[in-house]
């Protein structure tokens, strides 16, 4: 939720997220993905490029810009280890 949501979770959506990956074994990728895929994170962000979506990473959870991710090869340095489908 911190970095997806730059928040905590509430005790609801904690909840289900926890029921979720007890009863159907989800891992933590998965969650990631209902995350990203969730209509709160699209109406937050929009459709975010892959720089986009990496800033945005760094920004909620580190509280910093990456300062060394304006190169291409870079972004997808880290797009590539995602199992998030980015634009």
């Not at 159907?24 to 892959?50: H, P, Q, R």
């Amino acid at each position: 939720y911190k970095a997806a949501f730059d928040r905590l979770p509430d005790p609801e959506d904690l909840n289900y997220w926890l029921g979720r990956w007890e009863e159907e074994t989800l891992s933590l990728s998965d969650i990631a993905d209902g995350l990203y895929n969730a209509v709160e994170f699209s109406d937050t962000y929009g459709n975010l490029s892959n720089t986009d979506y990496i800033t945005q990473l760094y920004a909620n959870v580190l509280d910093r810009h990456p300062m060394r991710l304006v190169r291409p090869t870079r972004v997808m340095y880290w797009a590539q280890g995602t199992h998030v489908h980015l634009c």
